[in-house]
């Protein structure tokens, strides 16, 4: 309980740090603009697999602005979703964020791949059953994300005591599959499968986040800093 006390006065400190326009952690100054902070200096510990910053996507190549494995995010959004991970670790399980402020030059990465109609690399990995041309119709690519406004999270369950320490909740898809199945609502899944997506969905919306229809994985701040601006620095 100490633990969770003194993580929470830490996140209070920096939250009042990145609003005032003194980002950064307590020893750590940030070069981040004001309300922004560094998601792993808030929630030491919290597992980041920054999927964008790597070739494990969809594109199969580091996407245009990330330029270091860093999550970045704004410090309200980093607030409730410390909330989330304290109420999990009480349950031997834990946060592990995919994604979480994309620039708007990754969004522009993302459309020109999408018109490329030669490029499909990663297709039966990623969206076996859709055609690269009804990408856009079907809302899996757009020109403006979430995302980009710093308070939208990609993010899943994982153990963080036992034998499975480490390993993902199934949630019936990967992260990132284009395919109505990745919906939170689809009958696709196991009954198992479901209740890991409730789960998910359940604590994010407690402590203040809400969640989209289309993919199960994807939460955003209800009351987000910036509902109307997309951001375009890099993540480094």
Partial sequence: MRTHQNIKIKLILIVIL?????SGSISTRQNLPI???????VIPGITIELRYFSSNNFIRNTIDGYEGPRCI?????????????????EN??????????????????????????????????YYPEVP???????????????????STLDLTIIYVAGE??????????????FSTKSWPSSELVTAQQKSN?????????????KPLKEEWWHF???????????????VR
Avoid: C
């Avoid at 309300?35 to 200096?41: A, P, S, T, W």
């Avoid at 690269?132 to 710093?150: C, N, W």
């Avoid at 390993?167 to 990132?176: C, F, N, R, S």
């Avoid at 997506?197 to 986040?209: I, P, Q």
């Fill in 18 to 22: 990145s609003l005032t326009g003194l």
């Fill in 164 to 177: 499975n320490t480490g390993k993902e909740l199934d949630m019936g898809t990967p992260w990132d599959f």
């Fill in 197 to 209: 997506r409730d789960l998910l969905r359940d604590v994010m919306t407690k402590h203040g986040f």
């Fill in 132 to 150: 690269k041309s009804e990408l856009f119709e079907r809302g899996y690519i757009s020109a403006r994300s979430g995302h980009t406004r710093g």
């Fill in 220 to 234: 955003t701040l209800q009351d987000e800093p910036y509902p109307d601006t997309y951001f375009n620095f890099p």
């Fill in 35 to 41: 309300g922004f902070v560094y998601l792993e200096n």
């Fill in 92 to 125: 031997g399980l834990g946060l592990k964020i995919f994604d979480a402020y994309r620039p708007q030059q990754a969004v522009d990465h993302f459309v020109r791949w999408a018109k490329d109609l030669s490029d499909t690399l990663n297709k039966n990995q």
């Fill in 73 to 89: 995010i704004t410090g309200k959004a980093a607030a409730a979703l410390m909330n989330v991970q304290i109420e999990l670790n």
